[in-house]
């Protein structure tokens, strides 16, 4: 029965209920049928959000990151990018790549794809190509979001192991330890160095691929634009003649 909290859990969201409503009253639930009077259960949850906090935080960046960008963040990236007329989509994901991981090798987040990729990175990169280029398809600038989202994974995955604090490495020492093995932070760090070089220069090679790529798109969409099997619409987004008609209805 002390598992019921979990079945509360699976019903409240597959019912789209309040999340916080829904965690709290399995909590509570959880609590009554182990036989805990209402100060425990209650002592008991604030001891595991107070524990646990730092986890919140996260959920507070995200209405700040909504109201920095109802109030022209993205826009400001934009026109940052713009004035840069010689700046392609590769050479902005190249940079930002060595950023995340030289800063999560510091020790220093940067926030990742809702605070940082989504709002700032992947509109910069969408521009970028657009000043170079002009008008883009719909799925070339899918392509764009999902390499700057690639910029990001690999930045933080490959740098995460070079910060001597990070939870992976005291984690991994944790465990050869108890195995019987004596490893130091680091040699670990060492280890993990080449590694990261290495997955920095494959993924600076792949965006200039990337570049060569939008450009060869570009070309062909410009042919299709003179055949007219491509318009733009009121987003300056090439469809086709059906699309645009489907967009107007």
Known sequence: MELIGILIIILGFALKLDTIAVVVSAGVVTGLVAHMDIVQIL????????????TCLFMLTLPVIGLCERYGLKSKAVMLIEKAKGLSTGTLLSGYTFIREATIAAGVALGGHPQFVRPLISPMAESAATVKYGKLEEKDLDKIKAHSALADNIGNFFG??????AGGLLLIKGVMEQLGYSVELTDMVLYGLPTAVCAYIVNFIRFIIFDKTIQASVARDEADMKAGKLVPNELNILVTPEELKKEAE
């Open 43 to 54: 002592s008991t949850l604030g001891e595991a959000f107070v524990t646990n906090r730092t």
């Open 160 to 165: 995460q192991n070079l910060f001597l604090a």
